[in-house]
């Protein structure tokens, strides 16, 4: 036992440390394990407008959007990767985002186990650290699987990609077995042509780059047991089914991309619902280091609530590219704004009913270390 705890800790104490692009990298002396510490900052101004009686018509402050120190690395040559980072959100309570390890048996092939953001929606799959906008669209939310916990198996080639996930439900991140999805199954398949898949791990189109496409698809599928009626029992059935289609292209200083989302969801006692949604975007550099953009997000909640119709303009100034940005983006409701799609760490509030023409201004600076 001595002479493992010796090993355990002696494996980095002849390591090498340098800093790797924006992280700092720690390796041990037979250069078999290395560690990271990374992390993200996004301080937001915020300006939100309402119209109607009982609402506060101008709120406006600086916010912590993201504070997100992280700390990844591998073992055993890269054999075994792993990550771990959490966030304290705009209240500053910590909470836990990332923390998995993985195994990758062969290139283009990788296991991982944990907690973390299954392959599903092409705006998860895009680092936050990397979008156009300061947030994906607000239609995004409420289809994406956002994290989960269970096991994904990814298998990468010269062209395709496939993510399959076995594990708990939507958004059940920090939650005991008892309280998760009794079954969850997420998939995903990319097709590009042209290009290398890094190439796809932001939207923007940089100058100089060859067009490349990007086509895939997502579904997931979760249910179990809950009290849905509340009559206090929890031998309710429930499912949630959802699936999407997504379409990027990167040009020479240009891109598009548009997704549509779909959901069914059923629960004894209550009336199926079905709901579907939209993300339209796309951007073009004006000079070497600012591009400019637009977003169009749509969803329909099925509830007689109203559809959501919201247009995003704006811009990012690549003060160091994505390491240092700075993104400014106005926002504008054409419909009611409902408690169904507020999210409020993207800076929409509750219009007051009947009311549309809700106004967003968000100005980020980002720091990536």
Do not use: C
């Not at 995004?140 to 708990?168: A, C, K, L, M």
């Not at 509340?230 to 200083?253: N, Q």
């Amino acid at each position: 036992m001595l002479e493992d705890a010796s090993s355990r800790t002696s494996l980095f104490s002849a390591a090498t440390s340098a800093a790797k692009g924006s992280a700092l990298e720690i390796v041990s002396a037979d250069r078999s394990a290395k560690l990271k510490f990374k992390g993200q900052i996004q301080i937001r101004h915020v300006y939100n407008h309402r119209e109607g009686a009982g609402v506060d018509q101008d709120d406006h402050g600086f916010e912590n959007r993201r504070i997100r120190p992280k700390i990844g690395g591998s073992l055993h040559n890269g054999k075994v990767p792993f990550g771990v980072f959490g966030d304290p959100g705009r209240t500053g309570s910590f909470k836990l985002l990332d923390a998995w390890f993985g195994y990758v048996p062969s290139d283009g092939h990788r296991f991982r186990i944990g907690q973390f953001a299954p392959g599903f929606t092409r705006e998860q799959l895009v680092s936050s650290t990397k979008r156009l906008a300061s947030d994906n669209s607000i239609a995004h939310p409420s289809f994406t699987v956002d994290r989960s916990q269970g096991i994904e198996y990814r298998n990468r080639g010269e062209d395709w990609t496939t993510y399959v996930f076995v594990g708990d439900g939507v958004n059940d991140k920090n939650t005991p077995y008892t309280n998760d999805a009794d079954y969850g199954l997420t998939a995903r398949v990319q097709r590009k042509f042209g290009g290398n898949w890094k190439r796809f791990d932001d939207f923007a189109g940089w100058q100089g780059e060859e067009t490349a496409y990007l086509f895939g698809t997502g579904l997931h599928i979760s249910g179990g047991e809950i009290d849905a009626d509340g009559g206090g029992m929890v031998d309710d059935d429930f499912y949630d089914f959802r699936y999407t289609l997504d379409a990027s292209v990167e040009g020479d200083g240009w891109n598009a991309f548009a997704a549509f989302f779909g959901q069914k969801t059923d629960a004894q006692g209550i009336s199926e619902v079905n709901r579907y949604g939209l993300t339209l975007q796309g951007g073009v550099f004006v000079t070497e280091n600012i591009d400019i953009f637009a977003q169009y997000a749509w969803a329909d909640d099925d509830a007689d609530l109203g559809e959501l119709s919201v247009v995003t303009a704006g811009f990012n100034k690549y003060i160091k590219g994505h390491t240092i940005k700075l993104t400014v983006d106005a926002n504008y409701a054409l419909e009611e704004v409902t408690s169904t799609y507020v999210n409020g760490s993207r800076g929409y509030l509750v219009d007051a009913m009947g009311e549309s023409g809700q106004f967003v201004l968000r100005s980020q600076i980002q720091l990536l270390f």
